[in-house]
Structure formats: C-alpha cells, structure tokens
C-alpha cells in the first residue's frame, strides 16, 4: 500500500470534523494529497444516512459542516504556503522547489514559474479564481506570500475560492455515490466547467466596465 492509501484508511476508520480539516489543511499546502478522497467520501455518507443520523467515528457529521471544515483546513493549507513565501523569499523558494525534497513533494521551480506567471496575469483575484485549477489550487499562494498580497484579501479570495470547490466536491460524492473512479471524473469535468464560468464573468464585468467608459466619452 502507498501512503496515500494507507492515509486514505486511516482516514475512513477516523472520518470526522477534525480529520477532514486536517487533511483539507495538507491538501492545500505543498504538499500533494487529492482532495476528492475526503471530502466526496464524506458528503456521501452524511447525505445517504441523513444530516442527523449520519455517524463517522461516534458522532454525526453534516455536509455543511463538512464543507466549512475542509474550508477552513483548506486556508490554513494556504496560510501555511504563504507564510513561508514571504519568510523565505523567491530564491530560497525556487531552490527549495528543485531540491531533492521538492521533487518528492512534485514540486519543480517550473510550477512555481507557472504559479508567478497566473498570479502576474490575472492579480490578485487570481486567488480565488486558482482555487478552482487543479495544478493551480495548492500553489497559487506561493505567488501571492512572494508579492506580499494583503493577508486580508489572501484571506477572503481563498476561502471564497475554497468554499465553492469544497461545495462542488461534496456534491460530486452524492452523485457518485462514494464511488472514486466516478469523483474523478466528475471533479475534473466540474473544475473546466466552473472555470469556464467565472471566465465568462469576468469577461462580462470587465466588458460592462469598457462599455460605461466608452459611453461616457
């Protein structure tokens, strides 16, 4: 067994408030773990036995619950990632990334190039919009400690972008029912459609705002 498998039985045997956050925190850091085996496993049991009946360990659990739980563990992820950025600083960070160690954690200065790049392109709301990406989501808060982005927008923007992530998480374990190959698939085909509607968004804010000024002149 590898040792995401061996978390993942853990984590079945411990499903509850606490673990999902914590895993939602490692998730979330550098530290690679999928998120689709916690919190779609999660939501499909509190849904199929009921918000008050459902039981993980000795105690119910609530899918609202739970998504607020891998919010929150989600932000402490990136609090964690963005600390060290501004403690480190862009060298130590790109040398750390091609280290033997960052390589074991599937980091590369290449990622975090990529990272810097869609941060610089789309600001700071990039925070938000990158909690949706896979390849994205763990390291967009690198970019935003190396700029110093201010903590309480990090803050907002991250915990907005997670809570809907999350969401869509919870709601692809109640239509798999708990099945993995099937949260796979729907979570990656549910992460290109949400992406491409927050585009189409933005596109129609940013479109409404050239109108009115080329209105006005």
Same mark, same amino acid.
């Given at each position: 067994?590898? =040792?995401?498998?061996?978390?993942? @039985?853990?984590?079945?045997?411990?499903? /509850?408030?606490?673990? $999902?956050?914590? *895993?939602?925190?490692?998730?979330?850091?550098? =530290?690679?773990?999928?998120?689709?085996?916690? $919190?779609?496993?999660?939501?499909?049991?509190?849904?199929?036995? #009921?918000?008050?009946?459902?039981?993980?360990?000795?105690?119910?659990?609530?899918?609202?619950?739970?998504?607020?739980?891998?919010?929150?563990?989600?932000? =402490?992820?990136?609090?964690?990632?963005? #600390?060290?950025?501004?403690?480190? /600083?862009?060298?130590? $960070?790109?040398?750390?990334?091609?280290?033997?160690?960052?390589?074991?954690?599937? &980091? @590369?200065?290449?990622?975090?190039?990529?990272?810097?790049?869609?941060?610089?392109?789309?600001?700071?709301?990039?925070?938000?919009? /990158? !909690?949706?990406?896979?390849?994205? !989501?763990? &390291?967009?808060?690198?970019?935003?400690?190396?700029?110093?982005?201010?903590?309480?927008?990090?803050?907002?923007?991250?915990?907005?972008?997670?809570?809907?992530?999350?969401?869509?998480?919870? /709601?692809?374990?109640?239509?798999?029912?708990?099945?993995?190959? &099937?949260?796979?698939?729907?979570?990656?085909? &549910?992460?290109?459609?949400?992406?491409?509607?927050?585009? *189409?968004?933005?596109?129609?804010?940013?479109?409404?705002?050239?109108? !009115? !000024?080329?209105?006005?002149?």
């Amino acid at each position: 067994m590898t =040792i995401v498998d061996n978390i993942i @039985s853990w984590y079945t045997a411990h499903m /509850g408030y606490g673990s $999902i956050m914590a *895993l939602m925190a490692v998730e979330s850091s550098f =530290i690679p773990f999928p998120s689709e085996v916690v $919190i779609p496993p999660a939501a499909f049991v509190a849904t199929e036995q #009921g918000s008050a009946l459902a039981v993980s360990g000795s105690y119910p659990i609530d899918v609202l619950l739970i998504i607020l739980a891998g919010t929150i563990g989600a932000l =402490i992820g990136a609090y964690i990632n963005y #600390g060290l950025s501004v403690w480190l /600083g862009r060298p130590i $960070i790109y040398k750390l990334a091609d280290s033997k160690v960052g390589h074991l954690l599937l &980091l @590369s200065g290449e990622k975090v190039l990529k990272a810097e790049a869609y941060f610089a392109e789309h600001g700071k709301v990039s925070t938000f919009i /990158g !909690r949706l990406i896979p390849g994205i !989501r763990q &390291l967009i808060s690198i970019p935003a400690g190396l700029s110093r982005m201010h903590f309480g927008q990090f803050t907002l923007y991250t915990f907005l972008g997670a809570f809907i992530w999350n969401s869509v998480l919870a /709601g692809i374990g109640y239509l798999a029912n708990g099945q993995m190959e &099937l949260i796979k698939e729907y979570s990656h085909v &549910l992460s290109v459609a949400i992406l491409l509607i927050v585009t *189409l968004v933005v596109v129609f804010f940013i479109g409404r705002v050239i109108y !009115r !000024r080329v209105r006005k002149q």
